[in-house]
């Protein structure tokens, strides 16, 4: 399997780690420009990986004082607008390879329905703009056979495990029942947790 990995932070730098003692060709991309300049012989990719980056600065602004919009907006252009170009450098590449897998890593606070943040809400709009870009994508991509991933991240949780968590998530098929449609688990787009619970976005 070749994944491409783009994100450079600690837990992108985990997850390649752990793909990579599970047997996985890796490749790392720190910016989303990197991703056309990846050389002819890597051009074939399985899996696309999202590092997710609206936990890069803290705001520490509660509903009160309101979100700090110019965070937010530099939050949004790194998170979602280039998640989404990511994903349009390597359609090409991923259309090469076999599985055809978006694999995200976003902020479970981001989560509509879930949330229990009481402050940083521009990170959190963030993280909910991205899921819904997911959500977006996979209507349309799923019918050309592209499968999705959405792993709900927290901070405060360990890293280590959190990152074996979703090694074995992005790796893992999900049940494909042609005899019965309510029981293709590949048919449903949900985020999980490190202990494999879904959180409903």
């Known amino acids: 399997m070749v994944i491409l990995i783009v994100g450079n932070g600690e837990k992108e730098k985990k997850l390649e780690e752990k793909f990579a003692l599970e047997g996985c060709s890796v490749i790392r991309a ?30 520490n602004r509660d509903i009160i004082s ?17 998640a989404l170009c990511a994903v349009q450098k390597a359609f090409p590449y991923l ?40 959500s977006i994508l996979y209507n349309r991509m799923r019918p050309l056979g592209y499968t999705f991933r959405l792993f709900g991240w927290r901070e405060e949780e360990d890293m280590k495990r959190q990152t074996n ?10 049940s494909l029942d042609g ?19 879904e959180v409903p976005f």
Request: proline share 2%; hydrophobic share 35%; charged share 35%.
């Open 95 to 134: 259309e090469q390879g076999t599985y055809k897998r978006i694999c995200y890593l976003n902020a479970a606070e981001g989560s509509i329905n879930a949330s229990w943040a009481r402050e940083d809400y521009g990170r959190w709009m963030c993280a909910c703009a991205v899921n819904m870009q997911i």
């Open 165 to 174: 968590a979703a090694c074995w998530y992005f790796m893992g098929n999900r």
């Open 66 to 82: 309101g979100p700090d919009w110019q965070e937010a907006e530099r939050l949004y252009e790194k998170n979602a607008v280039e």
């Open 30 to 59: 720190e910016e989303v420009v990197e991703i056309t300049k990846l050389p002819a012989d890597k051009r074939k990719l399985d899996m696309l990986v999202l590092g997710q980056t609206a936990c890069a600065q803290k705001e």
């Open 179 to 197: 005899e019965s449609k309510k029981h293709e688990d590949e048919n449903r787009l949900v985020m999980r947790d490190m202990d494999g619970r």
